[in-house]
C-alpha cells in the first residue's frame, strides 16, 4: 500500500498494476546448486523485480538462468580504477606488474547480470556430456560441483553461446571482482588469511607437490574446490580469486591499459592470447590478485583453467 501511495503521490498510479503483474509472473525456479530464484527473462533487472534501484548491487539476491540453472548476481554500472598503483607493486620485481598500468579510469555504463560461480562440470556435461577435467598429479578434478577445467577458450565461448550468455570483458571482471573496493584481494590485503576465503596454492599443496609457490595460508584442499565453498566478495559473487583461471572474452595485449578507451572497454581487435583473470588453486599471492592479469594461447587447456559468464539485461 505504501509503494502505491507513492506511486500516486507521484501521478504513477497506472504503472502499479503493470508492475504488479510482472512481479506476479516472474517465475521462481531451482538453480544447479538447489536454490531458488526468479527465472532470468530478457529485459529483467532488480527495478523490473522490485528489488530498487539498478544503480548498486544485490548480494543476497539472484537470478536464475533458465538454460544451465546457474544463480547470476547484478553488477551495478559505475567507474573505477583500473591496474595497479605503483604503490602496490613490488620494486624488486618490476616484471611481475609490467603490464598492470598505468592505472585508468574505466566506466561501465550498463548493468548487468554476472555468474556467481564458476561454471561446473556437472553443468558443463548438460552441454557437452563427454566433458572430462581430468586429474592432477593422481588427483580428480572431475567431480560434478567443481568447476569445468581443461577448456580450452573457444569450448567456454561455445558453452556460453549455448547458454544464452557470453564470457565478460576483461573491464568487466576486474569490476566485478573488486565489488566497490581498491584491495589487493577480495577480502582485504592480509594475504596471510587467504586460505579463510579462497582456494589457493598454500601449505598443503607446497606439502603435497613441494615444488609450488605458496600463500603462507591452508585451506586444507590440494586441488579445485566445489565451488561456493568460500566466502563472496561484496557483491556476492564467489571464487573471484583461486580455484581456476577464468577466461575473459578479450584478447591480450601487454600495452592495451595505455590505449583503453574509458567506456566498456572491449580489448584489442586481434590478438595471440586471450585474457585469463583470478589464479587458481596452485596460484601464489602475487598471480592471485584482484589486478594481476594472465594471457595464454586461446587453444591451450590446463586443469586449473576455467570460466564464469554474464549477460546484459
Not at 3 to 13: E, H, I, P, Q, V
Not at 16 to 28: C, I, N
Not at 131 to 158: C, I, Q, T, Y
Request: net charge negative; proline share 9%.
Amino acid at each position: 500500500m505504501l509503494r502505491l501511495a507513492f506511486l500516486c503521490a507521484l501521478g504513477l498510479a497506472s504503472a502499479a498494476p503493470a508492475l504488479a503483474q510482472d512481479l506476479a509472473s516472474t517465475a521462481v525456479i531451482t538453480s544447479h546448486l538447489g536454490h531458488a530464484g526468479p527465472q532470468f527473462a530478457p529485459g529483467m533487472r532488480p527495478s523490473t523485480l522490485g528489488w530498487g534501484a539498478d544503480d548498486r548491487p544485490y548480494p543476497d539476491r539472484f537470478v536464475v538462468n533458465p538454460r544451465d540453472l546457474a544463480e547470476m548476481a547484478w553488477i551495478p554500472p559505475g567507474e573505477f580504477l583500473m591496474g595497479t598503483s605503483p604503490e602496490r607493486r613490488d620494486p624488486a620485481h618490476p616484471e611481475w606488474y609490467a603490464d598492470e598500468g598505468p592505472v585508468h579510469p574505466v566506466r561501465i555504463t550498463q548493468g548487468f547480470w554476472m555468474y556467481r560461480h564458476e561454471v561446473t562440470n556437472e553443468q558443463f556435461r548438460r552441454f557437452r556430456p563427454e566433458h572430462n577435467s581430468g586429474e592432477f598429479r593422481g588427483l580428480s578434478v572431475n567431480a560434478d560441483k567443481m568447476p569445468a577445467a581443461s577448456l580450452d577458450w573457444a569450448a567456454a565461448k561455445a558453452y556460453c553461446d549455448w547458454a544464452g550468455v557470453r564470457l565478460p570483458t576483461e573491464a568487466e571482471w576486474e569490476y566485478a571482482c573488486r565489488a566497490g573496493r581498491n584491495d589487493r584481494f577480495t577480502w582485504g590485503n592480509n594475504e596471510q588469511i587467504a586460505g579463510r576465503y579462497a582456494n589457493v596454492s598454500d601449505r598443503t599443496a607446497r606439502a603435497k607437490w613441494g615444488d609450488f609457490l605458496a600463500f603462507d595460508t591452508d585451506d586444507g584442499i590440494a586441488v579445485s574446490a566445489a565451488v561456493g565453498m568460500f566466502p563472496p566478495n561484496a557483491w556476492g559473487i564467489f571464487d573471484m580469486l583461486g580455484n581456476v583461471w577464468e577466461w575473459c572474452a578479450d584478447w591480450y595485449a601487454a600495452d592495451y591499459y595505455s590505449r583503453s578507451p574509458v567506456e566498456d572497454p572491449p580489448g584489442p581487435e586481434t590478438g595471440q592470447a586471450r585474457v585469463l583473470r583470478g589464479g587458481s588453486w596452485f596460484s601464489d599471492p602475487v598471480t592471485t590478485r584482484c589486478t594481476d592479469r594472465f594471457s595464454y594461447f586461446p587453444e591451450d587447456t590446463c586443469p586449473g583453467r576455467g570460466f564464469r559468464a554474464c549477460a546484459r539485461p
